[in-house]
């Protein structure tokens, strides 16, 4: 069995991190570089940060943060918000950026996730997708219906886009995204669990990693998103950034468990 990865998730708004619950009641959490070097610490595998208000305010991520961040860090890390080009997406990887990680302008031109693809390789794209649980209000829609469970949301999970969430996520592996980084809107922020039933959905359907995010506030919950919902990474935000868990207190829990993860630290 590969490695699993453990993802401290950095949502930015006017240049600080902030975290809600379902995507609503943000309070500041502190300095993303800061937090990055905590997470460097802990060996975390990885880091996402998202500027989350980029794509409603209609704005490019600052390629000054993705700066920053390369100039500081020493471990992997994806940036998105507000990619909408090609250009933005040269920029971001030009400034230091392992990965860029597109949502809204994805379901707006599903091409540039093709394009993105053939430019900078699959390696390089991830498609976030923001999900939510609809109501079927009538045994004719439970009987007829066709789409799974869940639709897509978009910018920052304001704007419902009425796709199917599994079919969107094959769609996105068609069309060359290397990694979907799946959030379940339901479950985010409240640290009862990871969307299971959700995760393994779309993870088995699919021949690319999944990361599966939102609702992680226990170790059990990290365990059993990769265990029942078959997820190849698991991210989280709120239980790293007020110090409920570190990184490397998870992982270990996860190899107590049979789980391989990646131990030793980066350091420069």
């Not at 943000?26 to 975390?44: F, V």
């Not at 409240?190 to 599966?212: K, M, R, W, Y």
Request: with cysteine.
């Amino acid at each position: 069995m590969l490695a699993r990865r453990i993802i401290p998730c950095l949502d930015i708004k006017e240049g600080r991190v902030v975290k809600g619950t379902s995507f609503v009641g943000l309070r500041d959490a502190g300095d993303p570089l800061e937090l990055a070097q905590r997470y460097n610490e802990q060996s975390a595998d990885e880091l996402v940060f998202l500027d989350i208000t980029a794509s409603s305010e209609n704005r490019g991520t600052t390629i000054e943060l993705a700066t920053r961040l390369a100039r500081e860090l020493f471990i992997p890390f994806t940036i998105g918000g507000g990619i909408s080009t090609l250009e933005d997406m040269h920029a971001l990887v030009t400034a230091g950026a392992d990965k860029v990680s597109v949502n809204s302008s994805a379901i707006r031109n599903p091409n540039l996730i093709t394009e993105g693809a053939k430019r900078f390789g699959s390696q390089c794209i991830v498609v976030a997708i923001d999900a939510r649980k609809r109501e079927l209000k009538t045994q004719r829609q439970k009987t007829k219906d066709k789409d799974s469970k869940w639709k897509v949301f978009s910018h920052g999970g304001s704007r419902a886009t009425g796709l199917d969430a599994v079919a969107w996520a094959n769609e996105m592996e068609e069309r060359g995204a290397g990694e979907i980084l799946l959030t379940s809107m339901d479950a985010d922020g409240h640290q009862d669990g990871f969307e299971l039933e959700l995760t393994a959905a779309i993870s088995g359907t699919l021949n690319i990693p999944v990361i599966a995010s939102g609702g992680g506030g226990t170790f059990e919950h990290f365990r059993d998103a990769l265990t029942i919902g078959k997820a190849d990474a698991v991210l989280a935000a709120s239980v790293f950034h007020y110090g409920k868990y570190t990184v490397s207190q998870v992982k270990e829990y996860l190899s107590e468990n049979n789980i391989p993860t990646r131990r030793e630290y980066n350091t420069p």
